[in-house]
């Protein structure tokens, strides 16, 4: 349902500037658009609902190119369903960032000398309120330059009151349920950050090692068993050495027992299926405290655990000697005191996975630690139901698989931060009876002991926690509101691959578990925005690429339309300078037109009194083949644009309103239409007028939701318009428009004139200069060139058109071109230079050949295939390829000119 609102604008069309300059444009219209209303819509019961939840972004964070493309797609969806009718909203938001945002207030506190242990909890978390409320509107700000028609009257944020009543509710029904518990399990670890992470939020990286061999003595003192690690600082917490059962070479030691070298301790050696003849020479030394597999092994034979690192990185009293010091100092030391004591056998250079914190790049280290864990294999299992019933679909389909196979082998979540920035866990701790309270609201005393001394748990819950409660969440819940009743399920969420983990499976397992139904419908994949060279975008590495700089130099508009021309769902795009320019050009060529298109509908009206005005079926009895074919092809394209919105194609849809737009209807329709618009005929003019402004009106409505300010300003200088193009009607496709007939004959007309610019072009032909054209052709393709040979004349700049049916003798030394159902030739005497052009042919094929060997040589290089960047490589294909279609085109111009 369409809320009716409308932005009322003058139409001054003598003032529409002649160059179309985004800055003196996108902030006024993006003003006016939040003035008026038009984004906000309340909830109409019994109409056809839309609504997206904006992945929220950091609310201290700056938008990237992702966030760009992410936004532009949401947008687009969202303007095309409110042009449909449709009771659409899209709720925007901010998330508050944990690690992210504490570290930014963290490093702001150094410079003032301060860190937040001086300021204490409450006054440090007050900081972190205060920065959010200066730099948390940037981000805003930064959707709002993008064009971004979020309903910014239901703004949330994953901090704000309603939102964290919703996080405190889940999390205590999902304890009472049993499903959230405290362990002590081994977690990720970042000194840095000083917190636990989730599997998800680590980042492994090839880094250059080594394998270090050690041979650990038996305790009987007869041989030794040599093991293999990259980490030998951590075999001072070792409490035993396993080998696989089914290998054969250590049948006989299993059982037995080593002494640690260094830490003079004797531990066993016993058999574990983890352990792999292939690695090394079979025998790992277990260290529970400090590996997540050897911890498994220590549960499964009841190791002790040693913790000889601390969550500073630093070697603990366990370590001995080492004590104090930094691990990877640590390990400096114990390879020195291996190799002095004859320990240490050999040493392999190796490169090895190290997996890395995701926030600021330190290793993580793997330490056993109290953390709380949602329990996800009987909250996984609903949610695999629901996508493999097709109730929630991925587009692209692949990713349902990756979906369902992590989703199948998913471990429990460790929720818990060692931050205190955050949702702080809702549990609380009596000092007398140690009862452990979980609770919606503070509790005022024990309820075992009565005690009133309560001291509530210190952590607080990873970001992802309550971000999986977004679809809902910002929608009132737990309240019963009339959002919720309306809009949830949600209709499509958008986002990149690289958080289907993090966030999109999360999302449906609260979705089902709370609302009892999925929390969207569809999923729209997207790829990640790379640099040109393919590789990822890095600022450190000057590869990044700052949107709002974009929309500074190019407007919003450009950005948009080229992050969406050519994207597919689900595939990674690299991004290039020259593809802005091509989107500007396109913008520019929209503006010409319409600009001439404006100036001469002037004294056009829909129902404009006096003899020359139109009726309906005057405009139909005065169509000409161009304009029954124009609208042929506007309606085809309202058709097909939707179609691709629909399956979610929106590069496609993109694409065809581009052809579309700058080929047929600027350089084939206005170009024809000049003559009538022109014409003393009042009638002739009137018609040429009407189709004008049809077609320019049904373009601005389709190219709406891709190039929303644009489209907004011609909109508003356009006549016999209304209001906003933003709630105008969306273009639907009318049968009665379709005029296959007309598509067929102008594709002849089109194709003739094509090939005679396109001879004029080859054989450097002056455009003023007239020519004369003889054409073969077949019966029917004949009478639609007589039928409209004047048309053909004007735009092919012809002095005379002969159609025959056979040719008995070729005009001598003509062009030729050949298209379906004709042969068009061009006599070329008395109309160029034959011998001279034949020269300068000549010379140029002689030059494209050297060129084209050169290319070819360079290819053929294995050195340079080798070590030039794919990009670099791919231009120099790219190169070749023109060089070799140039030749031949060379060849038959050549040929042509010496028959």
């Avoid at 609903?382 to 998913?410: C, D, H, Q, T």
């Avoid at 080229?562 to 396109?586: C, H, I, K, Q, Y």
């Avoid at 065809?656 to 003559?675: G, H, M, Q, R, V």
Wanted: hydrophobic share 40%.
């Amino acid at each position: 349902m369409r809320d009716e609102k409308k932005a009322p604008e003058e139409k001054n069309q003598s003032n529409m500037p002649t160059v179309y300059d985004p800055l003196e444009f996108e902030d006024r219209i993006y003003e006016k658009w939040v003035e008026s209303g038009l984004f906000h819509q309340e909830v109409h019961p019994g109409s056809e609902p839309f609504c997206i939840v904006i992945p929220p972004p950091n609310v201290t964070g700056a938008l990237h190119i992702g966030h760009a493309l992410d936004n532009t797609l949401q947008d687009i969806l969202t303007r095309w369903h409110r042009m449909l009718g449709h009771n659409t909203i899209w709720i925007p938001g901010t998330d508050h960032a944990g690690i992210a945002t504490q570290v930014k207030v963290e490093a702001s506190l150094a410079e003032e000398g301060l860190t937040r242990h001086d300021l204490g909890r409450e006054k440090f978390i007050e900081r972190v309120w205060e920065w959010k409320h200066k730099y948390g509107g940037a981000i805003r700000h930064q959707l709002e330059r993008l064009g971004a028609s979020c309903d910014w009257q239901r703004e949330r944020f994953t901090m704000d009151e309603g939102l964290s009543r919703a996080v405190r509710r889940v999390f205590v029904s999902l304890y009472e349920k049993g499903l959230i518990y405290k362990g002590a399990y081994i977690v990720n670890w970042c000194p840095r950050c000083h917190t636990s992470l989730s599997d998800l939020e680590v980042e492994h990286e090839e880094t250059e090692g080594a394998l270090y061999y050690i041979n650990y003595p038996f305790s009987d003192g007869e041989g030794h068993v040599q093991v293999a690690t990259t980490r030998p600082e951590t075999m001072l917490g070792d409490t035993a050495v396993a080998v696989n059962p089914g290998d054969a070479r250590y049948k006989d030691v299993i059982g037995r027992h080593v002494i640690l070298p260094i830490m003079d301790r004797e531990i066993p050696v016993i058999a574990d299926e983890w352990a792999d003849p292939e690695f090394g020479t079979g025998a790992v030394k277990v260290t529970p405290a400090h590996d997540p597999n050897d911890f498994e092994i220590g549960l499964r034979h009841s190791l002790p655990l040693v913790k000889v690192i601390d969550e500073n990185g630093q070697m603990t009293e366990e370590a001995g000697k080492y004590q104090g010091i930094d691990r990877y100092k640590c390990r400096e030391e114990v390879v020195s005191q291996l190799q002095a004591t004859g320990r240490l056998a050999k040493i392999e250079k190796r490169a090895h996975s190290v997996g890395h914190c995701q926030r600021c790049h330190t290793s993580v280290e793997p330490l056993v630690s109290k953390q709380w864990f949602v329990k996800m294999k009987p909250l996984a299992k609903p949610a695999i139901k629901a996508v493999e019933e097709g109730r929630i679909r991925f587009v692209p389909e692949r990713f349902r698989k990756v979906y369902l196979n992590w989703m199948e082998n998913v471990h429990d979540w460790c929720i818990s931060r060692q931050l205190w920035w955050g949702h702080r866990i809702p549990v609380w701790y009596c000092d007398e009876c140690k009862e452990a309270i979980a609770a919606v609201d503070t509790p005022s005393k024990c309820p075992k002991c009565g005690s009133g001394t309560l001291t509530q748990d210190p952590d607080v819950l990873d970001t992802w926690f309550s971000s999986a409660l977004w679809p809902f969440s910002t929608m009132g819940w737990p309240d019963e509101t009339p959002e919720l009743r309306h809009f949830y399920p949600t209709s499509v969420l958008v986002t990149a691959y690289d958080i289907i983990f993090f966030w999109v499976a999360r999302m449906i397992v609260m979705g089902l578990e709370f609302m009892e139904d999925v929390p969207f419908h569809d999923v729209l994949i997207h790829g990640l925005v790379r640099a040109s060279s393919g590789k990822k975008m890095s600022k450190s590495l000057g590869t990044g690429v700052d949107p709002l700089e974009i929309v500074d130099k190019y407007g919003a508009d450009v950005l948009r339309f080229t992050l969406v021309m050519g994207n597919t769902p689900g595939n990674d795009m690299r991004f290039r300078e020259e593809r802005l320019e091509a989107s500007r050009n396109f913008g520019n060529k929209l503006w010409n037109a319409s600009r001439f298109a404006i100036m001469n509908l002037d004294d056009f009206s829909l129902d404009s009194p006096g003899d020359d005005s139109l009726s309906a079926s005057d405009i139909g009895s005065n169509l000409t083949l161009a304009d029954r074919w124009i609208r042929s092809r506007a309606n085809k394209i309202a058709g097909e644009v939707s179609g691709y919105l629909n399956e979610y194609e929106i590069g496609e849809a993109a694409r065809a309103l581009y052809n579309f737009t700058w080929d047929e209807f600027c350089d084939w329709y206005i170009e024809i239409a000049k003559s009538r618009l022109y014409s003393s005929d009042a009638k002739a003019r009137k018609c040429a007028q009407y189709v004008l402004w049809e077609t320019l009106k049904k373009t601005l409505a389709l190219l709406h939701p891709f190039i929303p300010f644009i489209t907004e300003a011609i909109w508003g200088l356009l006549p016999e318009t209304e209001g906003s193009v933003m709630i105008s009607e969306w273009p639907m496709p009318d049968n009665s428009l379709d005029d296959p007939e007309a598509e067929e004959a102008m594709g002849v007309l089109m194709d003739t004139v094509r090939a005679i610019r396109n001879i004029r072009s080859e054989m450097n032909i002056p455009p003023h200069k007239k020519i004369e054209a003889v054409i073969v052709a077949d019966s029917f393709t004949g009478r639609i060139l007589r039928d409209n040979s004047q048309l053909v004349t004007a735009l092919s700049g012809l002095s005379g058109m002969m159609i025959k049916e056979r040719l008995d003798m070729r005009p001598e030394k003509a062009a030729s071109q050949i298209i379906s159902g004709a042969e068009i030739y061009v006599p070329l005497v008395g109309i160029i230079d034959i011998d001279v052009e034949i020269q300068k042919l000549e010379k140029d094929l002689d030059a494209t050949r050297a060129a084209a060997a050169r290319s070819q040589k360079k290819l053929s290089n294995k050195g340079f295939l080798e070590k030039a960047q794919e990009e670099i490589v791919e231009k120099e294909r790219e190169k070749l390829a023109e060089f070799l279609g140039k030749e031949e085109r060379l060849r038959k111009r050549l040929n042509e000119l010496k028959e």
